[in-house]
């Protein structure tokens, strides 16, 4: 797409929700984008062009639509507009043959029907946006719950970009001073670089990369759903507590322990956000191959946890602290039978899944705890694109420390610099090849 369209030619699409609504948008941007929209429109108000963003009410008169359809136009001048281009929308009633053929009126008047993405791929062709940027209007479109929109949200306000562009023009800084001891070696007026304290700067710089690549790793999963694990001993009540969280009977209960051996994973919604909740097999001393297989896969789920639940009662033994970490929270079950927890025990959080007792709260504490736990996350689909990059950039700007510390030509440092720079203009798109634009966008709808 992003090779095969000319970007100069002016483009039209409906921009709203397919099917019936109130009110429906015919979004055409480019040069003449003005002139094709106001064919055929008689303004309630005539005046000159404007000058500014403009809202123009009035009606239009097309052949074949009778009576004349009451519309508004609004205006916007560039380079000041979301596609950096001349603008027009028009917001009509939300029939769908009514959209249609005003659509089909851009389209005769010299329009060209928009790709998947063109208005935002234009967008960000005209440096109004960057790609993560691009990214997370996607992401705003796709957002399943408050948590996806949030993250998009916090993407499209510069939350990725921003600490990314500020660590580009520290590194453009660098280099241009190393750059500079290349050019004027012989100078006397040109201070050496203090190698040390440069080379520990790199290392930070490094780390900060290391801290958002694990942030983005986050939401590699398909789904984008935070996986939270049900862990604990045989009898422990975790089969009994993730059908009452489901609110559903999605797992086998029975008195007798052991009775789970695969690991169950089902999509739960907790005070708005939707986590994938995994029971798994009790933690034990495994006898046999079946047992042995459960064990493993209880303990792979817990490993890949964002958040444990580690469940004990009355009847089954607790899992020792030193086996927990800081995903975890500690859950007293079947307080119906053998009430709250002992003294020792009292941050626990307590349920009874018989009786209902703690289920809200712990759904609320469950949230909160992912939410503590995330900090600054990506629009889902950027960080499968930008992780290696990061981690490309993370790698060269150690190797260009290194080079520092041991004495190495400033050449060989300016190299690794500019190897950094790369990889982030690759996450950032200062840098990027058409078939990732092409794969970034062919995901949006028409329209975007």
Same mark, same amino acid.
């Given at each position: 797409?992003?090779?095969?369209?000319?970007?100069?030619?002016p483009?039209?699409?409906?921009?709203?929700?397919?099917?019936?609504? #109130?009110?429906?948008?015919?979004?055409v941007s480019?040069?003449g984008?003005?002139?094709?929209a106001?064919?055929?429109f008689e303004? +309630?108000?005539?005046?000159?062009?404007?000058?500014?963003? $403009?809202l123009?009410?009035?009606?239009?008169?097309?052949?074949?639509?009778?009576?004349p359809?009451?519309?508004?136009?609004?205006?916007?001048?560039?380079?000041?507009?979301? %596609?950096?281009?001349?603008l027009?929308?028009?917001h009509?009633?939300?029939?769908p043959?009514?959209?249609?053929?005003?659509?089909?009126?851009?389209?005769?008047?010299?329009?060209r029907l928009?790709?998947?993405?063109? &208005?935002t791929?234009r967008? &960000?062709?005209?440096?109004r946006?960057?790609?993560t940027?691009?990214?997370?209007? #996607?992401?705003?479109?796709d957002?399943?719950?408050p948590?996806?929109?949030?993250?998009?949200?916090?993407?499209l306000?510069?939350g990725?970009?921003?600490?990314?562009?500020?660590?580009?023009d520290?590194?453009?800084d660098?280099?241009?001073? #190393?750059?500079?001891d290349l050019? &004027?070696?012989?100078?006397? /007026?040109? /201070?050496?670089?203090?190698?040390a304290?440069l080379?520990?700067?790199l290392a930070?710089?490094?780390? $900060?990369?290391? /801290?958002?690549?694990a942030?983005?790793?986050t939401? *590699?999963?398909?789904d984008?759903?935070?996986?939270?694990?049900?862990?604990g001993p045989?009898n422990?009540?975790?089969?009994?507590?993730?059908?009452?969280l489901?609110?559903?009977?999605?797992?086998?209960?029975?008195?007798m322990?052991g009775?789970?051996?695969?690991?169950?994973?089902? !999509?739960?919604?907790?005070?708005?956000?939707?986590v994938? #909740?995994?029971?798994?097999?009790?933690?034990?001393a495994?006898?046999?191959?079946?047992?042995?297989?459960?064990?493993?896969q209880?303990?792979?789920?817990a490993a890949r946890? +964002?958040?444990?639940l580690a469940?004990?009662?009355a *009847?089954? !033994?607790?899992?020792?602290?030193s086996?927990a970490?800081d995903?975890?929270?500690?859950?007293? %079950?079947k307080?119906?039978?053998?009430?709250?927890? !002992?003294?020792?025990?009292?941050?626990?959080?307590?349920?009874?899944?018989q009786a209902?007792?703690?289920i809200?709260?712990?759904?609320?504490?469950?949230?909160?705890a992912?939410?503590?736990?995330?900090?600054?996350?990506?629009?889902?689909?950027?960080?499968?694109?930008c992780? *290696?990059?990061?981690?490309?950039?993370?790698?060269?700007i150690?190797?260009?420390a290194s080079?520092?510390?041991?004495?190495?030509? /400033?050449?060989?440092?300016?190299?690794?610099?500019?190897?950094?720079?790369?990889?982030?203009?690759?996450?950032?798109?200062?840098?990027?090849?058409?078939?990732?634009? +092409?794969?970034?966008?062919?995901?949006?709808?028409?329209?975007k």
């Amino acid at each position: 797409m992003s090779s095969a369209f000319d970007p100069e030619e002016p483009i039209a699409a409906t921009a709203s929700a397919p099917g019936p609504g #109130l009110r429906g948008i015919v979004r055409v941007s480019g040069p003449g984008a003005w002139r094709i929209a106001l064919v055929g429109f008689e303004a +309630d108000r005539p005046g000159p062009p404007p000058t500014r963003p $403009t809202l123009v009410s009035g009606r239009y008169r097309l052949p074949g639509l009778r009576p004349p359809l009451p519309a508004e136009i609004t205006l916007w001048a560039a380079p000041r507009t979301y %596609t950096g281009q001349e603008l027009a929308e028009i917001h009509a009633p939300g029939s769908p043959p009514l959209l249609d053929r005003l659509l089909a009126h851009c389209l005769e008047g010299g329009a060209r029907l928009a790709q998947p993405g063109e &208005f935002t791929l234009r967008a &960000f062709l005209s440096g109004r946006i960057d790609l993560t940027r691009a990214e997370a209007v #996607l992401g705003v479109i796709d957002a399943r719950d408050p948590r996806r929109l949030d993250a998009a949200l916090e993407q499209l306000a510069g939350g990725l970009a921003g600490p990314i562009d500020a660590l580009r023009d520290r590194l453009l800084d660098l280099l241009a001073h #190393l750059e500079a001891d290349l050019d &004027f070696v012989d100078e006397a /007026d040109v /201070d050496p670089i203090a190698r040390a304290v440069l080379a520990d700067r790199l290392a930070r710089e490094a780390e $900060t990369l290391d /801290d958002l690549t694990a942030r983005l790793g986050t939401r *590699d999963r398909i789904d984008g759903n935070p996986r939270v694990v049900l862990v604990g001993p045989p009898n422990a009540g975790k089969s009994r507590l993730f059908n009452a969280l489901l609110g559903d009977d999605h797992a086998i209960v029975s008195p007798m322990a052991g009775t789970t051996r695969d690991y169950l994973a089902a !999509p739960c919604r907790c005070d708005g956000l939707v986590v994938e #909740l995994v029971d798994t097999a009790g933690v034990e001393a495994a006898v046999g191959p079946i047992a042995s297989e459960a064990q493993a896969q209880a303990a792979a789920e817990a490993a890949r946890a +964002d958040l444990i639940l580690a469940c004990a009662s009355a *009847d089954s !033994p607790a899992i020792e602290a030193s086996e927990a970490d800081d995903r975890t929270l500690r859950i007293w %079950t079947k307080a119906d039978r053998a009430g709250p927890p !002992p003294d020792e025990r009292s941050t626990w959080l307590v349920t009874s899944a018989q009786a209902g007792t703690g289920i809200d709260a712990l759904r609320v504490a469950l949230a909160s705890a992912i939410r503590g736990r995330e900090g600054e996350q990506a629009a889902t689909g950027t960080s499968a694109r930008c992780r *290696d990059s990061l981690a490309g950039a993370a790698a060269a700007i150690r190797d260009a420390a290194s080079a520092m510390r041991s004495g190495a030509g /400033d050449e060989l440092i300016a190299f690794e610099l500019r190897t950094a720079l790369d990889e982030l203009g690759q996450v950032t798109g200062a840098i990027v090849a058409d078939d990732v634009l +092409d794969r970034i966008f062919a995901r949006f709808c028409i329209g975007k």
